[in-house]
């Protein structure tokens, strides 16, 4: 069964944390690959950070050495840790998932099939 339910989101002002969570089921974190996605208003979906099974990260450079992607494989979870936010991040965010077997590399381009609904993280100046 493919689950992803987003939470964690919130209002924070700049300087401030969120810590994001996916909730999957084991079928889903044992996906090659998983990934935090963003959209603002007026604008296109845009990658944030990618897992592979392998514990490999993979980052936009707009969030490297301020955001942080881990998966906990016993409690079924992505997690996305963001510090030292800026207004500019917020936007809806999505957990997804290739749901291939195996391990390989993962970025942005690789075809995600599942989706969760989003959790809205919002920072103000």
């Known amino acids: 069964q493919v689950q992803l339910v987003e939470s964690g989101g919130g209002s924070v002002q700049a300087g401030g944390s969120l810590r994001l969570s996916c909730a999957a089921s084991?079928?889903?974190?044992?996906?090659?690959?998983m990934a935090w996605f963003r959209q603002a208003p007026g604008k296109a979906r845009e990658g944030v950070a990618s897992?592979?099974?392998?514990?490999?990260?993979n980052y936009a450079d707009s969030v490297k050495g301020r955001f942080t992607i881990s998966k906990d494989n016993a409690e079924n979870t992505l997690y996305l840790q963001m510090n030292s936010l800026k207004p500019d991040v917020t936007a809806m965010y999505y957990c997804?998932?290739?749901?291939?077997?195996?391990?390989?590399?993962?970025?942005?381009?690789?075809?995600?099939?599942?989706w969760g609904q989003g959790t809205q993280g919002t920072v103000s100046s």
């Open positions: 084991r079928y889903t974190t044992n996906s090659a690959c």
């Open positions: 897992i592979n099974r392998a514990g490999a990260t």
């Open positions: 997804a998932a290739d749901l291939v077997l195996g391990v390989r590399w993962c970025d942005f381009a690789t075809g995600y099939k599942a």
